[in-house]
């Protein structure tokens, strides 16, 4: 489990350092993330995955 934060701490901050050096990127992502459909469907599936990750047996 302690792995599991770890590898997620460390992909949150490429994923942070990729979008600050890459501004063109960071718009397009933005302008994807205005469109509900897309945001719903992109968030339930992070969401789902995080609850399969947690409370897997």
Known sequence: ???LIILAL???AV???VLRLLP???TRIA???RH???RQVL???VFRLIR???FRR
């Open 1 to 3: 489990m302690l792995r």
């Open 10 to 12: 460390i992909a949150v």
């Open 15 to 17: 994923a942070a350092l």
């Open 24 to 26: 063109r990127l960071r």
């Open 31 to 33: 302008a994807i993330l």
């Open 36 to 38: 509900p459909f897309v």
């Open 43 to 45: 968030f339930g599936l």
């Open 52 to 54: 399969l990750l947690i």
